[in-house]
């Protein structure tokens, strides 16, 4: 698994994100515009129609975006099954003995 197999994993998810969004946003107008007028929240009522479908848009968007997150989440499942564990410890452990800082004596 190559770094451009994440980062088009990473992409895809955002753009599922970004448009989920876009559509929740509409839905919350539309939501407002419905209670604003008492009685108004009729099937005959256009924009409660309209709200109708975008909750039915922002449902797929979510499975999509679901879908996605699995895709990014093998992805860098993939790319951390690489690196050799005690490797990784070592790092840690030198990065962290490294930054801390020592407290000075009290008398």
Same mark, same amino acid.
């Given at each position: 698994? %190559? =770094? +451009? ?12 994100? %970004? ?5 929740? #946003?509409?839905? &919350?107008?539309?939501?407002?515009? @419905?209670? #604003?007028? *008492? ?18 848009? @922002? =449902?797929? &968007? /979510?499975? /999509?975006?679901? #879908? ?11 790319? +951390?099954?690489?690196?050799? +564990? %005690? ?6 452990? /030198?990065?962290?003995? %490294?930054? =801390? *800082?020592? =407290?000075?004596?009290?008398?």
């Amino acid at each position: 698994m %190559s =770094t +451009r197999e994440i980062e088009h994993a990473a992409m895809l998810w955002h753009e599922v994100y %970004s448009h989920r969004m876009l559509i929740n #946003a509409r839905r &919350l107008v539309l939501a407002k515009e @419905i209670q #604003a007028r *008492p009685g108004s929240d009729s099937y005959w009522n256009p924009a409660y129609r309209e709200h109708e479908h975008v909750k039915a848009q @922002i =449902t797929l &968007l /979510k499975r /999509k975006e679901r #879908a996605a997150q699995k895709v990014l989440a093998k992805a860098c499942a993939k790319q +951390r099954d690489r690196f050799n +564990r %005690s490797d990784v410890i070592d790092v840690e452990i /030198k990065q962290l003995a %490294s930054t =801390t *800082p020592t =407290t000075p004596e009290r008398n």
